[in-house]
């Protein structure tokens, strides 16, 4: 199951779930780049963007306006949609246009992977290696791993600071995916001050001591964060 989170009112970059790139809406477009992996819902938390989902062929539901982050949403939406416990859910942005299939489909081998050794608590994410040079950017979320390539922390800023020499930098690809059951319990987590602090709401899952295996990816593929992005994106489909 693949549900994508679609807030209207971004606060960086408002409405831009629905801005045109290559005659389509951005929202639109990732669904259709996934659609053929499984069955795909975009959780929205406007009746615009449900209307225009529906009005090129793409399931949407409408979500409640108040949630505190996308995987609160997507959560409202496998409840809605009474998916069973063991479900493998993956949460794929809104704005990601050009997400790659292999990322997505080695996402759920893992996935899949941890479920038949039976973990209890099932969390993914993907990362690839990155320069010093895209290190730098605030937009692109680095991310810091343990020799079992569990996710240490995640940060906006360049993270590890290089004092020693020879620093790897990896960077976040904006890709979840849980058990429905687990997506319940990191939904059910208190708050967690570094996740306000880096608005960073995975950072959620490792402030109460949760794993977040993170499988390694070739990626050239990039979110939508500004106007320049938008502006990227649409150069590639001229």
Do not use: W
């Not at 893992?110 to 969390?123: A, V």
């Amino acid at each position: 199951m693949i549900i994508i989170p679609a807030r209207l009112a971004s606060t960086r970059f408002p409405q831009k779930v629905l801005v045109d790139i290559g005659g389509l809406p951005m929202v639109v477009r990732t669904a259709k780049r996934v659609a053929h992996l499984d069955r795909v819902v975009v959780a929205a938390d406007d009746e615009k963007i449900v209307e225009t989902c529906k009005a090129h062929g793409v399931e949407a539901m409408l979500t409640s306006t108040t949630h505190k982050s996308g995987t609160d949403r997507i959560h409202e939406c496998a409840t809605i949609l009474e998916l069973d416990d063991d479900e493998l859910i993956i949460n794929v942005q809104a704005d990601e246009p050009f997400i790659e299939t292999d990322v997505v489909e080695s996402l759920q081998k893992q996935l899949k992977s941890l479920q038949d050794k039976g973990e209890e608590f099932i969390m993914g994410s993907c990362y690839n290696a990155i320069n010093d040079e895209a290190a730098q950017d605030p937009n692109l979320v680095k991310v810091v791993l343990d020799a079992n390539h569990n996710a240490i922390y995640f940060s906006r800023a360049k993270i590890p600071y290089n004092a020693g020499g020879g620093a790897q930098y990896f960077g976040h690809i904006g890709i979840y995916g849980f058990s429905k059951k687990s997506l319940k319990e990191f939904c059910s987590l208190g708050d967690a001050p570094i996740e306000d602090i880096e608005k960073l709401e995975q950072l959620r899952a490792i402030y109460h001591g949760k794993k977040i295996t993170m499988v390694k990816v070739a990626s050239t593929g990039f979110g939508i964060d500004t106007k320049e992005d938008l502006e990227r994106a649409i150069e590639i489909f001229l």
